[in-house]
């Protein structure tokens, strides 16, 4: 008895020192005394020892991770295919790199993100985080492997300590589907071509109307300059302005003014000219602005505005793309033009928390131009300039799942084209026999795993799961040196010699495929 008032006096020292090393964590106490606190937590929780009695947990993913079941994943892989098939259109070639790198390699990169970053435990002498996004870890591979030119795709999972919101697609565990263009060419050809990827990738979705955002980095920092604001505040105030679309103006300004320490009169001129949206013609107005007139970077950007916005017409993308002062992308790397692919109608709410679980998504699509990045990794500072974009992967996937859902259509979770069916008992032999000889000429092919199926049982499981073809054996038809070839869909047999069934599959398959294209 003495033992479990023992037990349970210390499991209530343990609830109270927990809450004591939460609180300073909140409060963001100093390292060395919230280490101090934690050893007295684990301390607490030796005095218990073992326990030899079943132990109770909780079976649950950790926060902001999901699972995927085969007919989330059936969605997941259609949606990768089309965008791999874009990208090969593009003449682009594919890479891999480490889920985890250096942790000097992220440090410095992503501004106050950067903070997001899972670093890892000391395994051995070298301090690794995981990775980020795939763009630092692309920089870092080109200049370890002096690459100078190449134009690639990447499609891996990435790692965020953000604040989940999964309805919205946001997950501290998720897909990146990254395209770069990376060498010395003419300005805004690769530019361009990045913006009609995304138009493409998110046409052929069929996810509903959409927008390409575009601004200019170099543009954003003579805006900057011209509205008074100081050289070391360039990038903490961009990081500010980023949030207008999750945000209103109010709320910025008060960020720039309280946090960031900028004058107010500044703030309202930024204000001014966060405002300006639209085609050419405001690219025009913005020229003919004698505050911006003085700054050469904003007037090589928009110049640099004008020729990206004539490219996307020649390539027939002009109606997607609107040119938008209040676009900023937070991230420190960026130094040319940059771009978003954001929803109509999926916009996340002004105002709204982070930690609501809403169905809007926003933004589906990023990038830009980043001609430093390499060169920081580079021993001689050699710069290779680059251009990309990333596709949010994860964001599309939250809203090609509720429109399956909507529809009620059904989605197949596997490609099995054939399934060989037993007529009879004692037929097992044959069955293995001619699966053998299909798996051997490429046909996708199922059978019953009992020895003696019903073969009303078999012909359901080929309704159930989509399969468009049965090859059903008997004793007479293996006598006969034949199959009956069944349309599923249909119920129509016919009779197929042995020797002919693989290409008569074939044919049939090739039918009814191009049946279902038409």
């Given at each position: 008895?003495?033992?479990?008032?023992?037990?349970?006096?210390?499991?209530?020292?343990?609830?109270?020192?927990?809450?004591?090393?939460?609180?300073?964590?909140?409060?963001?106490?100093?390292?060395?005394?919230?280490?101090?606190?934690?050893?007295?937590?684990?301390?607490?929780?030796?005095?218990?020892?073992?326990?030899?009695?079943?132990?109770?947990?909780?079976?649950?993913?950790?926060?902001?991770?999901?699972?995927?079941?085969?007919?989330?994943?059936?969605?997941?892989?259609?949606?990768?295919?089309?965008?791999?098939?874009?990208?090969?259109?593009?003449?682009?070639?594919?890479?891999?790199?480490?889920?985890?790198?250096?942790?000097?390699?992220?440090?410095?990169?992503?501004?106050?993100?950067?903070?997001?970053?899972?670093?890892?435990?000391?395994q051995g002498g070298e301090i690794c985080s995981l990775r980020y996004d795939l763009t630092v870890p692309f920089a870092r591979y080109l200049a370890m492997n002096k690459v100078t030119n190449i134009k690639r795709y990447h499609i891996a999972k990435v790692y965020r300590r953000d604040n989940p919101a999964m309805t919205r697609g946001r997950y501290r565990e998720f897909y990146q589907c990254d395209f770069d263009i990376a060498g010395q060419y003419d300005p805004m050809m690769p530019d361009a071509e990045c913006i009609k990827i995304v138009a493409e990738i998110l046409d052929s979705l069929d996810i509903g109307d959409f927008v390409i955002k575009v601004n200019h980095r170099r543009l954003l920092d003579g805006m900057f300059a011209a509205c008074g604001v100081p050289d070391d505040k360039f990038r903490p105030i961009c990081s500010a302005v980023d949030k207008l679309?999750?945000?209103?103006?109010?709320?910025?300004?008060?960020?720039?003014?309280?946090?960031?320490?900028?004058?107010?009169?500044?703030?309202?001129?930024?204000?001014?000219?966060?405002?300006?949206?639209?085609?050419?013609?405001?690219?025009?107005?913005?020229?003919?602005?004698?505050?911006?007139?003085?700054?050469?970077?904003?007037?090589?950007?928009?110049?640099?505005?004008?020729?990206?916005?004539?490219?996307?017409?020649?390539?027939?993308?002009?109606?997607?793309?609107?040119?938008?002062?209040?676009?900023?992308?937070?991230?420190?790397?960026?130094?040319?033009?940059?771009?978003?692919?954001?929803?109509?109608?999926?916009?996340?709410?002004?105002?709204?928390?982070?930690?609501?679980?809403?169905?809007?998504?926003?933004?589906?699509?990023?990038?830009?131009?980043?001609?430093?990045?390499?060169?920081?990794?580079?021993?001689?500072?050699?710069?290779?300039?680059?251009?990309?974009?990333?596709?949010?992967?994860?964001?599309?996937?939250?809203?090609?799942?509720?429109?399956?859902?909507?529809?009620?259509?059904?989605?197949?979770?596997?490609?099995?084209?054939?399934?060989?069916?037993?007529?009879?008992?004692?037929?097992?032999?044959?069955?293995?026999?001619?699966?053998?000889?299909?798996?051997?000429?490429?046909?996708?092919?199922?059978?019953?795993?009992?020895?003696?199926?019903?073969?009303?049982?078999?012909?359901?499981?080929?309704?159930?799961?989509?399969?468009?073809?049965?090859?059903?054996?008997?004793?007479?038809?293996?006598?006969?040196?034949?199959?009956?070839?069944?349309?599923?869909?249909?119920?129509?047999?016919?009779?197929?010699?042995?020797?002919?069934?693989?290409?008569?599959?074939?044919?049939?398959?090739?039918?009814?495929?191009?049946?279902?294209?038409?």
């Open positions: 008895m003495a033992d479990t008032v023992d037990r349970a006096k210390i499991q209530e020292e343990i609830k109270v020192q927990g809450l004591v090393v939460r609180k300073l964590k909140t409060d963001k106490a100093p390292k060395e005394q919230i280490g101090e606190e934690v050893a007295k937590l684990l301390a607490l929780k030796a005095q218990l020892g073992g326990d030899d009695g079943p132990k109770k947990f909780v079976l649950k993913t950790p926060k902001g991770t999901r699972d995927y079941n085969p007919h989330q994943m059936a969605i997941r892989e259609g949606v990768f295919g089309k965008i791999i098939r874009c990208f090969k259109r593009h003449g682009a070639e594919t890479i891999d790199t480490p889920v985890f790198e250096l942790k000097e390699t992220l440090t410095g990169k992503y501004g106050e993100d950067s903070k997001l970053i899972y670093d890892l435990k000391d679309d999750k945000t209103f103006w109010e709320d910025v300004k008060m960020e720039m003014v309280d946090e960031k320490g900028l004058d107010p009169a500044a703030a309202d001129k930024i204000g001014e000219y966060v405002r300006f949206q639209g085609g050419l013609e405001v690219v025009d107005q913005l020229l003919k602005d004698e505050g911006l007139q003085k700054q050469k970077n904003a007037v090589e950007a928009l110049e640099d505005m004008k020729m990206l916005l004539k490219y996307c017409e020649l390539f027939g993308v002009a109606d997607k793309v609107l040119f938008d002062m209040s676009l900023a992308r937070g991230l420190d790397y960026y130094t040319g033009v940059i771009y978003e692919g954001v929803l109509k109608g999926h916009s996340h709410a002004k105002g709204a928390s982070d930690s609501e679980e809403q169905v809007g998504v926003g933004s589906v699509a990023g990038g830009g131009r980043y001609d430093g990045l390499v060169g920081m990794f580079d021993p001689d500072g050699k710069k290779v300039p680059c251009v990309g974009v990333s596709i949010g992967i994860e964001r599309l996937f939250s809203i090609m799942e509720t429109k399956a859902k909507a529809s009620n259509s059904k989605v197949r979770t596997t490609e099995t084209e054939v399934m060989v069916v037993s007529a009879q008992k004692n037929l097992v032999d044959e069955r293995l026999k001619l699966c053998a000889e299909l798996w051997d000429a490429d046909v996708k092919t199922e059978q019953s795993y009992k020895k003696n199926p019903k073969a009303l049982t078999q012909f359901q499981y080929c309704e159930e799961n989509g399969i468009p073809l049965a090859v059903v054996i008997g004793q007479s038809e293996i006598e006969a040196g034949i199959v009956k070839l069944r349309t599923v869909g249909t119920r129509e047999e016919r009779e197929v010699k042995r020797e002919e069934l693989v290409s008569e599959i074939k044919k049939v398959l090739q039918e009814l495929n191009s049946a279902t294209s038409s």
